[in-house]
């Protein structure tokens, strides 16, 4: 990991602290192999529980990136499977119409907090990630049972997509607290799904123009970003073949293992 380390930060000489992004001759063969089987272990994570993948992939690829060009890399794999998800069911324009007000402040507040992405310290951003991704796991294990009501749902509905929006631009995660909330909501489980997709998607496309903006998504990015759908895609198609032969409850738990690890591994870089 040290020599990879070494590998990145001696070739990422188009970065500075305000801006970061990859120039063509950045990603060598070692680094195609990495980004390919991380995203190959994200897409499979995606199949077998239906999400994860951009959380699994930014968790991995900030350990030896800089989370601006981890969110960047992210956003085809993510945008192409999360379109998919939203579209697996009929009930697009129902879901649309009720969480409008949500994906608005989504939207709004991911492009608005992208410049924290860009601009924070590296370090700090990825103390950031770690913390995000520690309260998600930690959450998710815990499974606490609740339910929004109707009455409730109309005007706490922009809070939750403003302050997930927050997070998505300052850290690259677009998990908390949008998917508790969306589960709160007394939908089915095919509806469930697509209202995911939805605000995955919308989390997706906020954040590459929040990248744009602030010169981090560029050409090169892009190329590297579509080339890495095909490992995800290759993931995920295996993980739904493999669903039904594991314990989808016991894989799960795993992986939020898994994330509380990593996410603790980031959270201790600016202590060491």
Known sequence: ?????????????????????????????????????????????????????????????????????????????????????????????????????????LLAGTAAASSLLISINATWSAFGLGVALLIYAAFALVSPSFTVPESREKWLSPVIGGVTGVITGATGVFVMPAVPFLQSLRLSKDELVQALGLSFTVSTVALAAGL????????????????????????????????????????????????IVLALELISRPFI
């Open 212 to 259: 744009y903006l602030h010169d981090a998504f560029r050409v090169e990015q892009f190329s590297l970003s579509f080339l890495s759908l095909f490992p995800a895609l290759a993931g995920m198609w295996l993980g739904q073949k493999v669903r039904a032969r594991i314990s989808a409850r016991l894989f799960r738990k795993c992986f939020l293992l898994f994330l």
């Open 1 to 105: 990991m040290m020599r990879l380390n070494q590998i990145v930060h001696s070739r990422l000489k188009c970065l500075n602290h305000s801006k970061s992004f990859i120039k063509a001759d950045f990603v060598n063969e070692q680094l195609y192999l990495y980004l390919l089987l991380i995203f190959i272990l994200a897409g499979f994570v995606k199949g077998v529980t239906g999400m994860g993948l951009p959380t699994v992939a930014m968790g991995l690829i900030s350990l030896f990136m800089p989370l601006p060009v981890a969110a960047a890399l992210l956003v085809i794999p993510s945008f192409v499977t999360n379109v998919l998800q939203l579209c697996t069911g009929p009930s697009v324009r129902q879901i649309i119409q009720r969480l409008w007000r949500m994906m608005l402040l």
